[in-house]
């Protein structure tokens, strides 16, 4: 009897090693930028993965940061963050089992008084492995390789008007600016033209908007102004001091943005990336 009892602690213990494996993987960071990338890049990921059967589960965690090595003032950048797991992928499978997200990363300070400097360092992501995804079927015979992560900065832009990369790269951006530089001008002019009561029920409207997305008119714009971060700025200005706090507040924004148009200007006049559209 003591006999069968060890033999079934032991058979125990094999299956269950059979039927979950779990690991945990320091992923190193590729920077696959290109020469001449103004960013130096660090930090590291984690990969943990547990396997039961063939079925995978898996979940990354990230601390990356990006240095501004250029000694120049950025203005924006768009940049993507890109976790690739240790399987290989089916032709028919993309991505492969174990793969994580790829990330788009964009931060335009056309508006803000706080350029990123040189020398200035940010935390594009950092998160820990979270609740996992989980898919079938991974073959556990097949080969693995070590997992990566890559990171991509793709278009940079200089408080000069220089760029690095493919000003495409940054359509999205740089068309929300414009927008926001529309909104901006459409909401001084209604307080210039009708006074402040005017101003205060354009900024009802559009709050209405927000809180309510599908009652707004149809539009072009990929975001609408007031689905962006500087409406907000607005609003809670409004909050705090009414309607002169927030046409303070539109006003000090546009005359950065005219400020920051104006430095790309003078020194990249014919700069088909600068985007400003400032007057």
Not at 97 to 113: C, M, P, V
Not at 226 to 239: C, E, G, L, M, S
Request: glycine share 8%; with cysteine.
């Amino acid at each position: 009897m003591k006999y069968w009892y060890v033999l079934s602690l032991c058979t125990l213990s094999i299956f269950s090693a059979f039927t979950l494996q779990q690991d945990a993987f320091s992923v190193p960071i590729v920077d696959k930028s290109g020469a001449g990338t103004p960013f130096e890049v660090s930090g590291k990921l984690t990969l943990r993965e547990s396997v039961r059967a063939n079925e995978l589960e898996w979940s990354w965690g990230e601390k990356v940061v990006i240095k501004n090595v250029s000694g120049m003032a950025i203005l924006l950048f768009v940049a993507t963050i890109t976790e690739i797991g240790r399987h290989s992928a089916p032709v028919s499978r993309r991505p492969a089992l174990g793969d994580g997200a790829t990330y788009q990363l964009e931060d335009d300070r056309f508006f803000s008084e706080k350029l990123l400097e040189p020398g200035e360092a940010i935390v594009l992501r950092d998160t820990k492995p979270g609740i996992p995804d989980v898919a079938c079927c991974v073959n556990q015979l097949a080969e693995t390789h070590d997992p990566v992560a890559e990171v991509r900065v793709h278009f940079v832009q200089f408080a000069d008007g220089s760029v690095f990369g493919d000003p495409a790269e940054a359509r999205d951006s740089l068309a929300i600016r414009q927008t926001i530089l529309h909104g901006l001008h459409a909401l001084l002019q209604r307080y210039e033209q009708s006074g402040e009561s005017s101003f205060a029920a354009k900024l009802s409207e559009l709050r209405s908007y927000q809180e309510a997305p599908s009652l707004a008119p149809k539009a072009e714009e990929q975001v609408p102004f007031f689905q962006t971060t500087v409406f907000r700025r607005i609003i809670a200005k409004y909050d705090e001091g009414g309607s002169s706090g927030a046409i303070r507040e539109a006003r000090d924004i546009l005359k950065t943005a005219d400020r920051h148009g104006e430095a790309m200007n003078s020194l990249h006049p014919s700069s088909g990336a600068s985007g400003t559209g400032a007057k």
